[in-house]
């Protein structure tokens, strides 16, 4: 039986409960130290299991204008990564070697053998974890994050400047990626479609990603048309420094 959004968003008890709208608070709260990677701090958005479901935005669609316009949000949120939770829910339900492990453990699975769950998977993290880098208010990296970004990138401006030369050499749909490797360095990557750095078996350079940037033609392309490097740019007005910075600090502890 098919569930409209609303049934969707009652059953996964999330309107109104604040659930997901604030990492900062889920990273406190669902730090775990249960995970087969080297690293002890576990992204709280890695730890949902079972049916997966839609995190909240945490702000309206129309917060980020005139930076990305509120019908791309809506559609963006409401009807792209429903469906990758629905192929994803599905898709687990077909591969029962998938079915009782976290986000984590399926992204760390997936191979070329997969394709439906990497696909709808790296589709529904990638897409949580966007939503909640973006914001209304313009900030910059600060504190350690930013003595981080200086040490590894050279500067803000030249991070800046080469995550969106990344984005724009991108050939068709992919993502481009902040993450930290595990020496604790950061470094600039891109990958294909939904992949993304947390696909051990898929990726040239692994990482925990700190953001990504969708550069798929529907996060952009009702507002910039062709010209994803606009939406480039753009975007940087809306990248929520607090959060970002705050997954840094998790992660480092
Ligand atoms: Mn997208």
């Known amino acids: 039986m098919m569930m409209n959004k609303r049934d969707f968003l009652k059953i996964s008890g999330i309107v109104g409960t604040g659930f997901l709208l604030s990492p900062q608070m889920a990273c406190k709260t669902l730090k775990s130290t249960a995970t087969s990677s080297a690293a002890a701090w576990i992204d709280p958005l890695l730890s949902a299991k079972g049916e997966f479901m839609l995190p909240a935005l945490g702000y309206t669609f129309a917060a980020l204008e ?114 930290v490797d595990a020496d604790k360095k950061l470094f600039i990557s891109a990958t294909p479609n939904q992949d993304n750095p947390l696909m051990v078996n898929l990726v040239e350079k692994k990482g925990t990603p700190l953001f990504g940037i969708d550069v798929w033609e529907h996060a952009y392309y009702l507002k910039y048309t062709n010209e994803r490097k606009k939406y480039l740019e753009a975007i940087f007005n809306v990248l929520n420094w607090k959060v970002i910075g705050q997954r840094y600090t998790d992660l480092l502890s």
């Open 66 to 179: 005139p930076h990305i316009d509120a019908m791309t949000m809506e559609i963006h949120h409401d009807k792209h990564h429903v469906a990758y939770i629905k192929k994803l829910n599905e898709g687990i339900k077909a591969a029962p070697s998938f079915a009782d492990k976290t986000l984590g453990e399926i992204l760390a699975n997936v191979t070329k053998d997969s394709p439906a769950i990497r696909n709808n998977a790296g589709g529904h993290y990638n897409h949580s974890l966007f939503w909640a880098i973006l914001g209304a208010n313009a900030s910059k990296p600060e504190g350690k994050l930013l003595e981080a970004i200086n040490r590894d990138l050279g500067s803000y401006q030249q991070m800046v400047d080469a995550l969106k030369d990344t984005g724009t050499k991108v050939f068709g749909s992919g993502w481009v990626w902040l993450c």
